[in-house]
């Protein structure tokens, strides 16, 4: 597959609904194509705003029937009398696409109608953002600001990509761009801010600002993977077809931008910002912002005498942050959806510079990271493995088994029995296999969001995540809760699976067990994923044919425990992060 998947197919991609023959090859494609991992993205962020809306808006305002509803008992009654499961009736219920569309379309207007933001917000967001790089990004008489951008252009009529990366210096009295030569994409993207007369850092309050004004319109703002989005769409005739600005909501610096034009596509990701000393910058830096004066032999400020003090205090960027090479490559590949159980290892070697190994991935998504990654400070990519070395991956902690222990296993012909029961309770093979699926596929991608948390919790203790610098704690905040919202949804899509099987054969009503209570995220991490792993093992044991099957009324409590403490530690790590 070459092209890119249209919107209905990322649609059917995300409902399960894409025929088998084509979903291999559309899962390798998304894997490998950032425009359709980005579509897919946002389609799951407008799916969530429409079950918004349906909550908020659809469903109170639907009158009650006419006359009672039948008891769920009583219809499930009446479909095992016609010899069909209760699942036959979901299932097929599923398949019918249409519908589902239909009121996703009624539940998406309203929602524009009644709960989208206003333009009002918008301006308001627009100018926070405004105001806080200005303060963060203001040069002195005695600093330069220095900012490091990836660039990666796409070029509309061949769809080529090419990336780059710009080292930009900003003075009180304009700016300076270095370019790699032969380097197009940085290139392209500097001839359109020539033909807008720019002085300025590729990431900077005029440029955008600037940019927003060509685009017209007041902007929308939106929420996707962890930031804070303002859209513009272009209503001219000018060059210029849409920008986008993304920010962390923590720290309100918008450290990425895209720029549509009517050839060419630019993404502007920010590597570096810093606050640096004239002193410290480097000599061709200094000749092109502060040039030597006419009939002088040497710079205009001598090197040895001491620096002015700064018109402005900087906005607590001075320091270096030790911490941000490492916690930019975590977010790189973060939102390239490449923490998710990939073999990609990160480790800080004792030269303080980052080892990323992608040498255990496909060739394609091996291209692909590299240039995702390619122009990061202190970043060595080894794409093949170096002699003989061992895995950089963090142990995950022995997941636990309730205090009481085990349920006891089930003998062949207890679990003969079982098996028995849940075929009739389905109604036929396909549903009961159709069923299982569905809940281990859910289990499977809670486990991977949960893991990669665990995996953050360590490289970044309680200790060592509060003493981080302000961006870079803000974007590991927005790693962390990405993964704990999306393994939250998948509880909650295991809860509305599991509970019919709950109430059929482990009817008793849940204990009242307190809300759990951590002293920092990282705990909650750890007793989530430990919860998560005990569900999907006696889930394993109930479902599929397990070499340690477990009894139905014994088993099916534990699942109801466990799903229970996942979505209470989850719960308590989001309130954590707050």
């Not at 991992?37 to 969530?48: F, H, S």
């Not at 519908?99 to 989208?116: D, E, G, K, Q, R």
């Not at 995702?372 to 170096?386: A, N, R, S």
């Not at 809300?515 to 998560?532: C, E, G, R, V």
């Given at each position: 597959m070459?092209?890119?998947?249209s919107?209905?197919?990322?649609?059917l991609?995300?409902?399960?609904?894409?025929?088998?023959?084509?979903?291999?090859?559309a899962?390798?494609?998304?894997?490998?194509?950032?425009?359709?991992?980005?579509?897919?993205?946002?389609?799951?962020?407008?799916?969530?705003?429409i079950?918004?809306?349906?909550d908020?808006v659809?469903?109170?305002a639907?009158?009650?029937?006419?006359?009672?509803?039948?008891?769920?008992?009583?219809?499930?009654?009446?479909?095992?009398?016609?010899?069909?499961?209760f699942?036959?009736?979901?299932f097929?219920r599923?398949?019918?696409?249409?519908t589902?569309?239909?009121?996703?379309?009624a539940?998406?207007?309203?929602?524009?109608?009644?709960?989208?933001?206003?333009?009002?917000?918008?301006?308001?967001?627009?100018?926070?953002?405004?105001?806080?790089?200005?303060?963060?990004?203001?040069?002195?008489?005695?600093?330069?600001i220095?900012q490091?951008v990836?660039?990666?252009?796409?070029?509309?009529?061949?769809?080529?990509?090419?990336s780059?990366v710009?080292?930009?210096?900003?003075?009180v009295?304009?700016?300076y761009?270095?370019?790699t030569k032969?380097?197009?994409?940085?290139?392209?993207?500097?001839?359109?801010?020539?033909?807008r007369?720019?002085?300025a850092?590729?990431?900077?309050?005029?440029?955008?600002?600037?940019?927003?004004?060509?685009?017209g319109?007041?902007?929308?703002?939106?929420?996707?993977?962890?930031?804070?989005?303002?859209?513009f769409?272009?209503?001219?005739?000018?060059?210029?077809?849409?920008?986008?600005?993304?920010?962390?909501?923590?720290?309100?610096?918008?450290?990425?931008?895209?720029?549509?034009?009517?050839?060419?596509?630019?993404?502007?990701?920010?590597?570096?910002?810093?606050?640096?000393?004239?002193?410290?910058?480097p000599?061709?830096?200094?000749?092109?912002?502060?040039?030597?004066a006419?009939?002088?032999?040497?710079?205009?400020?001598?090197?040895?005498a001491?620096a002015?003090?700064?018109?402005?205090?900087?906005?607590k960027?001075?320091?270096?942050?030790?911490n941000?090479?490492?916690?930019?490559?975590?977010?790189?590949?973060?939102q390239a959806?490449?923490?998710?159980?990939?073999?990609?290892?990160?480790?800080q070697?004792p030269?303080?510079?980052?080892s990323?190994?992608?040498?255990g991935?496909?060739?394609?998504?091996?291209?692909?990271?590299?240039?995702?990654?390619?122009?990061?400070?202190?970043?060595?990519?080894?794409?093949?493995?170096?002699?003989?070395?061992?895995?950089?991956?963090?142990?995950?902690?022995?997941?636990?088994?309730?205090?009481?222990?085990?349920?006891?296993s089930?003998?062949?012909?207890?679990?003969a029995a079982?098996?028995?029961?849940?075929?009739?309770w389905?109604?036929?093979a396909?549903?009961?296999?159709?069923?299982?699926?569905?809940v281990?596929a859910n289990?499977?991608?809670?486990?991977?969001?949960?893991?990669?948390?665990?995996k953050?919790?360590?490289?970044?203790?309680?200790?060592q995540?509060?003493?981080?610098?302000?961006?870079?704690?803000?974007?590991?905040?927005a790693?962390?809760?990405?993964?704990?919202?999306?393994?939250?949804l998948?509880?909650?899509?295991?809860?509305?699976?599991?509970?019919?099987?709950?109430?059929?054969f482990?009817?008793?009503?849940?204990s009242?067990?307190?809300?759990?209570?951590?002293?920092?995220?990282?705990?909650?991490s750890?007793?989530?994923?430990?919860?998560?792993?005990?569900?999907?093992?006696?889930?394993?044991?109930?479902?599929?044919?397990?070499?340690?099957?477990?009894?139905?009324?014994?088993?099916?409590?534990?699942?109801?425990q466990?799903?229970?403490?996942?979505?209470?530690?989850?719960?308590?790590?989001l309130?954590?992060?707050?």
């Amino acid at each position: 597959m070459t092209d890119h998947l249209s919107p209905e197919e990322l649609l059917l991609f995300l409902d399960g609904e894409l025929p088998k023959r084509h979903r291999s090859a559309a899962e390798l494609h998304i894997r490998s194509c950032w425009s359709c991992t980005t579509g897919l993205e946002r389609l799951k962020a407008d799916i969530g705003l429409i079950v918004d809306a349906h909550d908020q808006v659809v469903s109170p305002a639907v009158p009650p029937p006419p006359s009672p509803w039948l008891p769920v008992q009583a219809l499930a009654s009446a479909a095992s009398k016609r010899r069909r499961g209760f699942w036959s009736r979901r299932f097929f219920r599923r398949r019918t696409v249409w519908t589902t569309s239909a009121l996703a379309a009624a539940a998406l207007a309203i929602f524009m109608v009644w709960v989208a933001p206003t333009p009002a917000s918008a301006k308001a967001v627009f100018r926070r953002l405004v105001e806080n790089d200005q303060k963060l990004m203001s040069a002195s008489s005695g600093n330069f600001i220095r900012q490091r951008v990836r660039v990666v252009r796409t070029r509309r009529r061949t769809h080529e990509i090419s990336s780059g990366v710009v080292d930009s210096w900003q003075s009180v009295t304009g700016s300076y761009w270095k370019i790699t030569k032969g380097d197009s994409a940085a290139s392209g993207l500097e001839a359109h801010y020539q033909t807008r007369n720019f002085q300025a850092l590729p990431l900077s309050p005029v440029v955008y600002q600037a940019w927003s004004e060509d685009a017209g319109g007041e902007g929308i703002v939106s929420s996707s993977a962890g930031s804070v989005e303002v859209s513009f769409a272009a209503n001219s005739e000018g060059d210029l077809r849409r920008l986008r600005l993304s920010t962390l909501p923590a720290a309100w610096h918008v450290n990425r931008m895209e720029l549509g034009f009517r050839d060419d596509d630019f993404d502007v990701r920010e590597l570096e910002l810093a606050v640096v000393s004239k002193r410290e910058a480097p000599p061709d830096v200094l000749s092109h912002l502060e040039p030597v004066a006419s009939g002088t032999e040497g710079p205009a400020e001598s090197p040895n005498a001491p620096a002015l003090p700064p018109d402005r205090t900087p906005a607590k960027i001075s320091a270096p942050d030790r911490n941000a090479p490492e916690i930019d490559v975590y977010f790189a590949l973060h939102q390239a959806g490449a923490d998710l159980g990939e073999p990609v290892d990160v480790a800080q070697l004792p030269s303080g510079r980052i080892s990323v190994r992608i040498w255990g991935i496909t060739p394609e998504r091996r291209e692909f990271l590299s240039q995702l990654l390619q122009g990061m400070p202190d970043v060595d990519i080894e794409k093949e493995p170096l002699g003989q070395q061992t895995a950089l991956t963090i142990p995950s902690p022995p997941s636990s088994m309730a205090s009481t222990g085990p349920p006891p296993s089930a003998t062949d012909g207890t679990r003969a029995a079982d098996e028995r029961r849940l075929l009739e309770w389905f109604g036929n093979a396909q549903l009961q296999e159709d069923f299982t699926r569905s809940v281990l596929a859910n289990t499977t991608e809670l486990l991977s969001h949960l893991y990669a948390l665990k995996k953050l919790a360590a490289r970044w203790p309680s200790e060592q995540w509060i003493a981080l610098p302000e961006i870079s704690r803000a974007k590991l905040i927005a790693m962390v809760e990405d993964h704990a919202r999306a393994a939250d949804l998948r509880c909650s899509e295991l809860r509305f699976l599991l509970k019919p099987l709950l109430d059929a054969f482990s009817p008793d009503a849940e204990s009242e067990t307190p809300a759990q209570t951590f002293p920092d995220w990282q705990s909650s991490s750890t007793k989530s994923l430990d919860a998560a792993k005990s569900l999907d093992r006696f889930l394993r044991s109930v479902l599929t044919t397990d070499d340690s099957p477990q009894v139905l009324e014994s088993a099916l409590p534990m699942v109801r425990q466990d799903l229970y403490e996942t979505s209470s530690a989850i719960n308590a790590l989001l309130v954590s992060t707050k």
